[in-house]
């Protein structure tokens, strides 16, 4: 995280989640500042996905704070999250591959002249989101199904970016992509860095949240075990606290301050 004294843009406090008698989520704390890359791990019955949705207003958590910009919310639907500034791109990237690049980016609420789409509009302002994100996307008239996994990687992104978040969740999102488009994915967090935009990259793969990222959170059976800052930790480490990793107090805001003056 910012080594200084932000607001953070997402705080979670004690979150406990349960699913009938299965306990999900267990005293979960989260903290994200602008413009920080968390990475998010812990293996496949960690908690990330269930923590993630509630972020996002998917499920409800059963008891717990969370807090956007200092402000107490709760989240009733992800289109609540969405109106605060959190996305979360799927790894199906839900995408129509019989529309084209720029109908994508705006599906669902195409610019309209009266009873018309705007298609002028659309298309110029898809234009400016990819140019913003420096995507390598042919034309905002190609097909997506025509694109590779990578491309189409990048008009889903494109998309979230279209709404202005502060938050981006990326879920597991190199885990079908190719060196290149791995890449390629990596520079554009780190432009969405320089902009100010908070990820949260869920992945199995350290490799890609050493690569990019400020810190790493590790979950496990739905419990904090590790919070770590990348510069200060090794792929090693936290592999060993997936694995064999007891429970940590999660750091609070003020606690991750403090640590790191």
Same mark, same amino acid.
């Given at each position: 995280?910012?080594? @200084?004294?932000?607001?953070?843009?997402?705080?979670?406090?004690?979150?406990?989640?349960?699913?009938?008698?299965?306990?999900?989520?267990?005293?979960?704390?989260?903290?994200?500042?602008?413009?920080?890359?968390?990475?998010?791990?812990?293996? @496949?019955?960690?908690?990330?996905?269930?923590?993630?949705?509630?972020?996002?207003?998917?499920?409800?958590?059963?008891?717990?704070?969370?807090?956007?910009?200092?402000?107490?919310?709760?989240?009733?639907?992800?289109?609540?999250?969405?109106?605060?500034?959190?996305?979360?791109?799927? &790894?199906?990237?839900?995408?129509?591959?019989?529309? =084209?690049?720029?109908? @994508?980016?705006?599906?669902?609420?195409?610019?309209?002249?009266?009873?018309?789409?705007?298609?002028?509009?659309?298309?110029?302002?898809?234009?400016?989101?990819?140019?913003?994100?420096?995507?390598?996307?042919?034309?905002?008239?190609?097909?997506?199904?025509?694109?590779?996994?990578?491309?189409? *990687?990048?008009?889903?992104?494109?998309?979230?970016?279209?709404?202005?978040?502060?938050?981006?969740?990326?879920?597991?999102?190199?885990? @079908?992509?190719?060196?290149?488009? $791995?890449?390629?994915?990596?520079?554009?967090?780190?432009?969405?860095?320089?902009?100010?935009?908070?990820?949260?990259?869920?992945?199995?793969?350290?490799?890609?949240?050493?690569?990019?990222?400020?810190?790493?959170?590790?979950?496990?059976?739905?419990?904090?075990?590790?919070?770590?800052?990348?510069?200060?930790?090794?792929? *090693?480490?936290?592999?060993?606290?997936?694995? &064999?990793?007891?429970?940590?107090?999660?750091? $609070?805001? =003020?606690?991750?301050?403090?640590?790191?003056?």
């Amino acid at each position: 995280m910012p080594e @200084n004294r932000e607001t953070p843009i997402v705080e979670m406090r004690h979150i406990y989640k349960s699913f009938g008698a299965v306990r999900a989520l267990s005293d979960v704390n989260l903290v994200l500042y602008p413009g920080e890359i968390l990475g998010l791990v812990g293996d @496949n019955s960690a908690g990330k996905s269930t923590l993630m949705k509630i972020m996002t207003g998917a499920y409800q958590r059963d008891t717990g704070d969370i807090l956007i910009s200092g402000k107490p919310v709760h989240f009733r639907s992800p289109h609540e999250s969405r109106d605060v500034g959190i996305e979360m791109i799927y &790894q199906d990237f839900a995408l129509c591959g019989n529309m =084209d690049v720029g109908q @994508n980016i705006f599906l669902g609420r195409w610019p309209r002249r009266g009873f018309f789409v705007n298609r002028r509009r659309m298309y110029e302002e898809a234009s400016a989101v990819l140019k913003r994100l420096k995507v390598d996307v042919n034309s905002v008239f190609q097909r997506v199904e025509s694109l590779s996994g990578g491309r189409q *990687q990048s008009v889903a992104i494109a998309r979230a970016i279209s709404f202005n978040p502060k938050v981006v969740i990326l879920d597991e999102p190199t885990a @079908n992509l190719s060196v290149m488009a $791995t890449e390629r994915l990596l520079e554009t967090m780190l432009e969405l860095k320089k902009q100010g935009v908070a990820q949260i990259i869920i992945s199995h793969r350290l490799q890609d949240i050493f690569a990019v990222g400020d810190r790493v959170m590790v979950l496990k059976r739905g419990e904090n075990v590790g919070d770590r800052y990348v510069k200060h930790s090794t792929e *090693q480490e936290i592999l060993g606290l997936i694995v &064999q990793g007891t429970r940590e107090t999660a750091l $609070t805001a =003020d606690q991750a301050v403090a640590k790191a003056a």
